[in-house]
């Protein structure tokens, strides 16, 4: 069983991995706006993982005994000045749930909690991965610049993507 504090950090990670659903849906939004379904497919897909995400802690959570509280999703924003832009916010973002996630990490340590420690080390995975994918991207992107054909090659790659599912 976790504690009540580890408990609350949980619940704020779920609220995190939700809200980056919602961030990644309103990137794909954007994207469908200005033209790029390729590059909206790209999001969607990485909304879903975010959301998969959230579920493999709410499961977590769930599987130790205690309660899962689900609290409002801030609205993410909505518009970006570029395709650089959006993909730059993803990096930075993916930065910000790194340090939630190894935040989480730290606590589980102090808290002397080895089960959700471990647990916790799939993600810490996770991020390195998303962090790489997205400084990977950005460089393609930033390379593109205004090149409206390199940008085309980029949104018939982007539209292959898939959901990988998270394993266990």
Same mark, same amino acid.
């Not at 898939?162 to 394993?167: E, F, Q």
């Given at each position: 069983m976790v504690n009540e504090k580890m408990e609350a950090? *949980?619940?704020?990670?779920?609220?995190? #991995?939700?809200?980056s659903g919602y961030l990644y *849906?309103?990137?794909?939004?954007?994207f469908e706006d200005i033209d790029l379904a390729g590059f909206a497919n790209w999001m969607r897909v990485q909304a879903s993982e975010?959301?998969?995400? $959230? !579920?493999k802690i709410y499961d977590y959570v769930i599987r130790r005994g205690a309660?899962?509280?689900? &609290?409002?999703? &801030? %609205?993410?924003?909505?518009e970006w000045d570029s395709p650089l832009a959006a993909f730059e916010h993803v990096l930075s973002h993916e930065k910000t749930v790194t $340090? *939630? @996630?190894?935040?989480?990490? +730290? *606590?589980? @340590?102090?808290? %002397? +909690?080895?089960? /959700?420690?471990n647990f916790?080390?799939?993600?810490?995975? &996770?991020?390195?991965?998303?962090?790489?994918?997205? !400084? #990977?991207?950005l460089a393609k992107v930033r390379l593109a610049g205004d090149n409206n054909s390199?940008?085309?090659t980029l949104n018939e790659e982007f539209a292959g993507r898939?959901?990988? /599912?998270?394993?266990e």
């Open positions: 950090a *949980l619940n704020a990670q779920i609220n995190a #991995e939700i809200y *849906l309103s990137m794909a939004s954007y975010e959301l998969e995400h $959230g !579920m309660s899962v509280t689900l &609290e409002a999703i &801030e %609205k993410p924003q909505t $340090g *939630l @996630i190894n935040n989480l990490v +730290d *606590l589980a @340590i102090a808290e %002397k +909690d080895h089960a /959700t420690n916790l080390q799939w993600f810490v995975e &996770e991020q390195v991965e998303e962090e790489e994918n997205a !400084m #990977e991207i390199i940008l085309y898939v959901r990988n /599912t998270i394993n």
